[in-house]
């Protein structure tokens, strides 16, 4: 069955015999979440879009402590929010299996850094596990339930994005439900019961003891893999997907027999055993392996106590660089390299220069039809109406796709950092007498800022926020969020309306308003730049491709540009720049493509000499 | 072992997924082994999407510069972006006319190049280059976001596929739900003449 990498890790949670699953939509963690969601019903498990992805993962720690399993998955930056009980149940121990995904992002595809968490589970005696493609993703989890029993450990499965999104044949098993009770253990968990002292100090012995007995068994594990047959004078450790560009590497310059290879699929514990065997048995070895040297520092480490003549290769003797995504030509020239050939360099470089040169590089932008976009092009107004210049104000964004808003023609959005930090960072400005804007999106509202907004009110700093609704995580494909008033399976729950929290915790001017009005848009930005103290405007619009999505397989009606009024000015493009607008060099003329045209009218708005109308006007 | 290699170049939203999915399950189908990789990170906001494919005994999906078989473009300047990089020299490469003018396009930062030029440059790599407007073909067939089995049906007529166009049609009726099916065999359909006639 042909099948993704985070679909298969859905699959094998479910041969597993989960009983509850938790996560925060985030690329490219976001479709395990999706197809839990899809199945959840029919499976009778428990699936959530939690608020963030520590409530996710308290949930399932929840559950494994009354003898459950479960599985909580985030992109790579979701689990630094989830660390502080990551850590926690790896001191205090699971009893029901626990598997987190932790879906790494190596050369940053969708994310704001490439953060490599196989540290996190090394820092925290969490034991990992790489898969190379969606059947080992399906095979791996299912073992890491078993050894997260075992061990009583949550385990990481570590994904990197290329084999989230890989897809493939997979051969699958037998779908599981386990029909265990649900009881707390009173023995393992409960400070009454098992003793304060006992549970809460010196549980990293316990921790460091458990690590050393998987690091024995992942030395016959069949998740590392050494194919060598001893008259080799070169290996490889090839770790995770990597092992696939090394496999077709040695395919193509037929050189199989020359080399030999351990598919590792345990990066933390390190088989040590296992690759000790390799580093005695040749005399140079390739450590492969994404974004960080982290396998590669400790085979270092290792090759120190077994044989320090070996040769390693790999980003920390620089042939293969310190970070990014591996790509098939670098790992085929360093293995040419070691086995003493030479490759010719990349055939295409020339041509390649000449198309970057020709063609534009495709930035991103809001979708056509995006709320938005109206939403930013208003705030610029009321800006340079209240303050006199956009600039006097620095906006400071967040997570999601108004993130966005720096990207021309809007080109109105200073720093973003990470989820909710547009309110702290903006508060601390404000209190050094810098005016700011805080330009937040309603998912990543809930996820992190209320905390930093009730901050705002307790300190009596004088911020100003503005949240971008449109009714969805829309970046992560329209998951619900606490106002949905829809939970992850699409049951009916009750609605949380961000400016009742906002009034609730104290914000006196809250105002909520139509992102498609510019007008009555502009006039609440006005208002609220002029208050003193905590402000906010909510700019609410539904997210336009999920509209079209909620009308399919109706299409709303697009937009068109009267040729005899236009005057081919370009304001429109110039200033709101949606992506179904264009300009006709030889009429002079704007042009509205209607496959692309959402039909929110917004443009016509923005028209001066009003040349822009719906085709059914 | 043979190995086919298709390199799918497009924007976000033009349904390249869908193409590569149906291909893959047809190889599945007939007991080849398949690999797909796509790169979309946030494609939805109009960013540039690509998709490799490889068919055969292959590791991973990812294809070396210059060693794609077919390019199939469901842009213009995306076509011939990827092209130039991944289509081995005499590799078949179809292309949709259709140009997707990005943001900086539209707001005034940088031109959009002329199709002569960017197919010239692309024929730096192969001379076996098919140009059509596979949007406009879809068009006809009921709805331009049909514009994916347009280009489907185009490479299902050629040879580059280890099958043709009666496995591919099987199993769009297998995989594409019923109400949805008269548009995308239409569209196909149109496709595959397309690419006939060009020859």
New interface residues.
């Given amino acids: 069955m042909l099948l993704m990498g985070n679909e298969s890790i859905v699959r094998g949670a479910l041969e597993a015999g989960i009983r509850i699953a938790a996560s925060y939509p985030g690329t490219p963690a976001s479709e395990i979440g999706n197809t839990f969601a899809e199945v959840a019903k029919e499976m009778g498990i428990h699936f959530e879009w939690s608020t963030n992805e520590k409530v996710a993962f308290e949930v399932v720690y929840g559950a494994s402590m009354c003898n459950q399993r479960g599985m909580v998955s985030m992109k790579h930056v979701g689990l630094n929010v989830a660390l502080d009980i990551m850590e926690m149940a790896a001191l205090r121990g699971v009893k029901g299996g626990l598997v987190f995904v932790s879906a790494d992002d190596p050369s940053q595809h969708s994310s704001g850094q490439e953060q490599d968490q196989r540290w996190l589970a090394k820092q925290n005696c969490v034991p990992a596990l790489e898969p190379s493609d969606p059947q080992d993703a399906k095979d791996f989890t299912v073992y890491a339930f078993e050894l997260s029993e075992k061990y009583q450990l949550p385990v990481m499965l570590r994904t990197v994005t290329r084999v989230s999104h890989m897809r493939s044949n997979v051969k699958l098993g037998k779908l599981r439900r386990l029909e265990r009770k649900a009881e707390f253990d009173f023995e393992r968990f409960s400070y009454v019961v098992a003793g304060f002292d006992e549970l809460f100090y010196g549980r990293e012995k316990e921790a460091n003891e458990k690590i050393a007995k998987i690091k024995v068994e992942f030395d016959t594990s069949p998740l590392n893999k050494l194919v060598m047959t001893g008259k080799e004078r070169v290996g490889v450790i090839a770790t995770g997907q990597t092992y696939n560009y090394v496999m077709d590497a040695l395919v193509k310059m037929g050189a199989k027999d020359k080399v030999a290879v351990i598919k590792l699929g345990t990066s933390n514990p390190l088989p040590e055993r296992l690759i000790s065997k390799l580093l005695k048995g040749v005399d140079k070895v390739l450590i492969t392996e994404e974004p960080d040297p982290f396998v590669e520092l400790h085979v270092k480490a290792l090759a120190k106590d077994v044989n320090p003549k070996v040769e390693l290769y790999g980003r920390m003797n620089g042939k293969l660089p310190g970070e990014g995504e591996l790509m098939p030509l670098m790992v085929d020239s360093v293995i040419a390299e070691m086995l003493g050939e030479k490759l010719p360099p990349n055939p295409r470089a020339e041509v390649e220069k000449e198309a970057k040169d020709m063609i534009f590089g495709r930035m991103l932008t809001v979708c056509a039809g995006c709320p938005h976009r109206s939403s930013i092009y208003a705030l610029k107004r009321a800006v340079k109406a209240v303050k006199g210049d956009i600039h006097k104000v620095i906006i400071n964004g967040d997570i999601g796709c108004y993130g966005l808003a720096w990207a021309p023609p809007m080109s109105y959005e200073d720093t973003y950092f990470c989820m909710g930090a547009s309110l702290g960072v903006s508060q601390g400005m404000s209190q050094v007498g810098v005016d700011t804007i805080a330009w937040i999106g309603d998912g990543t509202f809930f996820h992190a800022a209320i905390p930093a907004l009730m901050n705002a009110v307790q300190t009596k700093t004088n911020i100003k926020v503005v949240v971008a609704d449109n009714s969805v995580t829309a970046m992560t494909g329209f998951q619900p969020n606490p106002q949905s008033g829809k939970t992850a399976t699409g049951e009916p729950t009750v609605s949380v309306p961000i400016e009742t929290i906002a009034r609730a915790v104290g914000v006196e001017h809250v105002e909520v308003t139509d992102a498609y009005d510019i007008k009555a848009t502009e006039a609440a930005f006005k208002r609220m730049l002029q208050t003193e103290g905590v402000a906010m405007v909510i700019s609410r619009r539904v997210c336009a491709t999920e509209a079209i999505r909620r009308m399919r397989p109706k299409r709303s009606v697009p937009y068109e540009v009267n040729e005899s009024k236009c005057v081919g000015c370009k304001l429109c493009l110039l200033t709101f720049g949606c992506p179904g607008l264009s300009f006709d060099e030889e009429k002079k003329k704007a042009i509205i493509d209607p496959t692309i045209c959402m039909g929110c009218g917004v443009c016509a708005q923005v028209c001066n000499v009003g040349c822009i109308h719906g085709m059914d006007e | 072992m043979k190995i086919t290699r298709v390199v799918i170049a497009g ?1 976000g939203g033009q349904g390249t997924l869908l193409a ?2 149906l291909i ?2 047809t190889a ?1 189908k007939h007991g080849l ?10 494609a ?5 999407v690509m998709g490799h494919i490889q068919i055969g ?6 294809i ?3 060693e794609a078989d077919a390019l199939l473009g469901f842009e213009l ?2 076509a ?2 990827r092209g ?2 991944y289509l081995k020299q005499g590799g078949l490469a179809i292309v949709n006319s259709k140009k ?14 002329e199709e002569g ?2 197919i010239k ?1 692309l024929k ?2 192969s001379s076996k280059i098919v140009v059509f407007d596979a ?1 406009s073909l879809a ?1 006809k067939a009921g709805d ?1 976001i049909a514009t994916n089995m347009v280009m489907l049906g185009a490479l299902a007529t050629s040879d580059v596929l280890p099958f043709g166009e009666k496995e591919i049609i099987a199993m769009m009726k297998e995989s594409i739900p019923a ?1 949805f099916l008269e548009l995308n065999t239409k569209a196909f359909k149109l496709g595959t003449e397309a690419f006939r006639e060009s020859k």
Wanted: aromatic content about 6%.
């Fill in positions: 924007v590569t999915r893959a399950e599945i082994n398949v690999r797909i990789g796509e790169t979309y990170g946030m939805q906001r109009g960013g540039p005994e292959a590791y991973s999906p990812q070396r510069p210059g300047a995306e011939t972006r130039v990089t997707i003018p990005p943001v900086e396009v539209i707001s005034g930062i940088s031109k959009y190049p030029e960017l440059l730096s790599v949007t068009g331009t109400r």
